[in-house]
């Protein structure tokens, strides 16, 4: 039962660490490429679902 729970946490931890790593990624782009995707959220949206594919994709 405890190593069950410590898998689980892991998993959650390294979910965490991608999804956190990509905020991070988007927060330190170049102010004119930001601007960019601020006008286009349509390639934010995908870029959002490519990372939380990735995430269960990696998870399953």
């Known amino acids: 039962m405890l190593a069950s729970l410590f898998s689980e946490l892991n998993d959650l931890l390294w979910g965490l660490g991608i999804v956190s790593f990509s905020i991070v990624g ?35």
């Open 26 to 60: 988007l927060l330190i782009l170049p102010k004119k490429f930001s601007d960019k995707l601020g006008q286009h959220p349509l390639i934010l949206v995908i870029m959002f679902f490519t990372i939380l594919y990735l995430v269960i994709k990696i998870f399953n």
